[in-house]
């Protein structure tokens, strides 16, 4: 069953950055875009198990810092090689300056 | 001089490929220095200007040279032409090829693809083959049966890193790979890199290659002059290759294989600025393999922040070359001695966890 969890202040993460979210043995990267919204996807590239809240973002693409796959995190959707596999999105609200991702 | 035998098994789908899945050596957590967030933020940030301007300055003097060289064609003096084209066509476009690979050259993707697929024609590296080796060799650094760009194997064959001084080994097996994939065919062991989605690139690439080369026969033919194939093509790919050997060679020969730590297994080696041009920095080795996101001309920047983390790198092309001739020479006869990186105090120490207590019984 789906739940909406607590994952931070919305001021913690920076405009067009990235932070690490653990819960119940999973990680997830949560991104606040460079127009001020937030967006969640699973923690680690689809490509090697590597995690993505250590790679840069851009305007609207997270890039793994091992290999440069890029990803629309908005979406999820894989931009190219060496990432061919989409990654997994997650619902995400802001309330009373708190982010919630929806999971389950 | 005779070579030791060796239970090292390099191929890509061999016992070694397999002991390495088995131990945890492949796709493995790395040492990383630690470096906060907002300071890695700052140093991966890519811009164009300094690839413009780079890029420009590189074939800009590819054409320099290449007129000096079509004006004093017929006596010695179009030599040196050659030479200077050589290097900056089958040497500079190798760290172009490579840093392009990476993505990071540019800020601009275009701008990557572009000079990706440019600088792979002249370095007769198949953009898509080399993307994805590349991938494994940054994931799997000097790992035994998972690495395909392992230089110097154990024990080294010698005659073979010589003679690719000038890709006499490289450039006719580069040849032939393309030709096989033109007519539509990988070897297994490239199917076990390369996602079978992206197979047809490959063929593709292939084709376009070909008829490039035919048409500079076609042209060396017509005309009756060599000319065009000195200019264009597998010939200055293989007279030019010896700078990107020479500092290539550096990177990791001679050091620890199947560790989890690039302090262990790769090089960072000061050099003069040309040779930083030619090389985009790559001189900076451990650096780059530990943060590949890192564009090249934030390498300096970068080893300035982490080297107290480091072994103290080598002060010269030169320096490093006297620690790894004679540890070639010496593998050939033991195989399983390696040159043993030290820590400076200041640094984190080696942690056995990540290279199976490589530190804790030396080789020497």
Known sequence: ?104 | MSRATTMRDYSLLGLDSRRAVEEGLAAAEWYHTDIPRKEMKELMQRKDAPAIRDTAIWIGLMLIFAAGAVAFWGSWWSLPFFICYGVLYGSASDSRWHECSHGTAFKTRWLNDAVYAFACFLIMREPTIWRWSHTRHHTDTIIVGRDPEIVAMRPPDTLAILLNFFNILNAPRAVIGVLRHALGSLTEEEKSFVPESEWPKVYAVARLWVLIWLAVLALCLYTGSILPALFIGPLPTMYGGWFSHMVGLTQHAGLAENVLDHRLNSRTVYMNPVFRFLYWNMNYHVEHHMFPMVPYHALPKLHARMKDDCPVPYNSTWEAYRELVPALIRQMKEPEWFVQRALPGSARPFRPDLHNDIVAAPAE
């Not at chain 1, 653990?22 to 001020?36: F, K």
């Not at chain 1, 440069?68 to 309330?95: H, I, M, Q, S, W």
Request: glycine fraction near 8%.
């Open chain 1, 1 to 104: 069953m789906s739940q909406w969890i607590a994952v931070c202040g919305a001021d913690d993460i920076d405009e067009e950055d990235v932070i690490r979210f653990d819960h119940q043995g999973e990680s997830y990267a949560i991104y606040r875009s460079p127009e001020n919204t937030y967006h969640a996807t699973d923690g680690h590239c689809t490509h090697e198990r590597v995690l993505l809240t250590d790679g840069l973002v851009m305007d609207n693409i997270i890039e793994c810092p091992k290999h440069n796959g890029r990803f629309d995190y908005r979406t999820g959707e894989a931009k190219g090689a060496p990432v061919c596999v989409n990654l997994k999105t997650f619902p995400v609200k802001v309330e009373a300056g708190t982010v919630y991702i929806q999971i389950g």
